[in-house]
């Protein structure tokens, strides 16, 4: 088994304690103007994974609540919110809040956060390397090529000791702001999914948890992550998400409890992440004030 290390992502800094503060029980539909009993269309839900069992169990405790759930799978992450904005899908959960604001901004669209499910560490893997330390000087490390996660993974590779980023890095660092004279190794950015395929061919690679078991691969296995209990790790909070004008909706709420307080549902999100995930029920509020404070950063920094 891989020698794991817990390593510090430096991005936002807010305070641990609102990440696990409890959030308030969703509006009953039928106190609040919406469907009462069973819905008579499908709630679409797009997600990246659909093949995880908790995925299953969840549909099923929606059912127990008279909500039918359909859920639409998704391959890369670039899809589920431009499927979502074309009313494809009446929600997702796939993301974090930094994933969000980035799509947001880039979109000029006005998605939002409707409530929290867990943070995940980011795990740097190698099928060649047991430590960190014993990548060779010179080697190439692969990490995801999106805005949000490319920079998390190039802080991940910071704390290691493999790359120094100009400035110290940030939430907006860029494979460019790589201090090439003084990192150990060089970096290639890549689809998140094919991250993990690339491994033969790189010494080590930052993959994304939905795609670690299909690699073949366990989360015990990586050689270095970042701590999802920082109060850094806030805007890493994974979310469900929803159109602005459906951000009340009873129904969607009421989804998002099941999810949070469902034990089956939560157990097997436990199993499926190996552990690694750390659940949280966090109020709305701050998950809206943390996406509008990561927008605004984004914009400034554009």
């Not at 992502?9 to 969703?26: D, H, N, Y």
């Not at 969840?58 to 992450?77: C, M, N, R």
């Not at 014993?134 to 949000?148: F, K, L, M, Y």
Request: proline fraction near 6%.
């Amino acid at each position: 088994m891989s020698r794991k290390r817990f390593l510090t992502a430096a991005a936002l800094t807010l305070p641990l304690a609102l990440i696990f503060a409890g959030c308030a029980g969703s509006p009953d539909p039928a106190s609040t103007g919406g469907t009462s009993g069973e819905t008579t269309e499908p709630v679409r839900i797009g997600v990246v994974g659909a093949g995880d069992p908790y995925w299953e169990t969840y549909k099923e405790a929606a059912a127990a609540e008279g909500i039918q759930v359909e859920l639409v799978d998704f391959s890369e992450y670039t899809q589920p919110n431009p499927a979502l904005s074309a009313d494809e899908l009446d929600l997702n959960q796939f993301q974090h809040i930094i994933y969000l604001a980035t799509y947001n901004v880039n979109s000029d669209d006005d998605l939002q956060p409707i409530g929290s499910t867990a943070i995940y560490p980011l795990g740097l893997y190698s099928t060649q390397y047991d430590d960190v330390a014993d990548i060779p000087e010179g080697s190439t490390v692969a990490v995801p090529n999106d805005e949000s996660n490319q920079a998390r993974g190039l802080l991940v590779l910071q704390s290691a000791g493999l790359i120094e980023l100009e400035d110290g890095g940030s939430i907006f660092s860029t494979v460019a702001d790589i201090d090439a004279a003084n990192s150990k190794v060089t970096v290639e950015a890549l689809d998140a999914a094919f991250t993990a395929t690339s491994l033969p061919d790189v010494a080590a690679a930052i993959i994304n948890n939905d795609f670690v078991e299909d690699a073949g691969l366990t989360f015990e296995d990586a050689i270095a992550t970042d701590d999802p209990a920082d109060p850094s790790a806030f805007p890493y909070i994974n979310i469900f998400a929803a159109k602005a004008e459906d951000a009340d909706n009873p129904t969607y709420l009421k989804l998002v409890e099941i999810f949070q307080t469902n034990k089956d549902v939560l157990d097997g999100l436990q199993e499926a992440s190996g552990g690694t995930a750390v659940t949280v029920q966090t109020p709305v509020k701050d998950l809206v004030a943390s996406l509008t404070e990561v927008e605004d950063d984004i914009r400034a920094n554009q």
